[in-house]
Nanobody
Framework: QVQLVESGGGLVQPGGSLRLSCVAS????????VAWYRQAPGKQRELSAA???????NYADSVKGRFTISRDNAKRTIYLQMNGLKPEDTAVYYC?????????WGQGTQVTVSS
């Protein structure tokens, strides 16, 4: 059974930084693409960043140039470095990996950007 656990969220002022982590219960990030999604209150969940098993990254236009996704296979961990945070980045952030036809999600971590 694959389990994903996110951490690193919190309250930060506009312009600040946070680094989110997503730890997997098994070594899957070496073999599958993984993504960070976010869901703001009253809005649909949306893709923020993704990284393939080969290391190719992809970002939503709204976070490009500010967020960086990376992977440490030895630690079974995916990171999302978020710089230049804006109030509109406030959301619950989730990591997701798809294996076959099954999507595995973490429980999410809250990020609040406010002065």
């Amino acid at each position: 059974q694959v389990q994903l656990v996110e951490s690193g969220g919190g309250l930060v002022q506009p312009g600040g930084s946070l680094r989110l982590s997503c730890v997997a219960s098994v070594n899957i990030f070496s073999f599958y693409a993984v993504a960070w999604y976010r869901q703001a209150p009253g809005k649909q969940r949306e893709l923020s960043a993704a990284i393939t098993s080969g290391g190719t990254t992809n970002y939503a236009d709204s976070v490009k140039g500010r967020f960086t996704i990376s992977r440490d296979n030895a630690k079974r961990t995916i990171y999302l470095q978020m710089n230049g945070l804006k109030p509109e980045d406030t959301a619950v952030y989730y990591c997701k990996v798809r294996i076959g036809s099954i999507d595995y999600w973490g429980q999410g971590t809250q990020v609040t950007v406010s002065s």
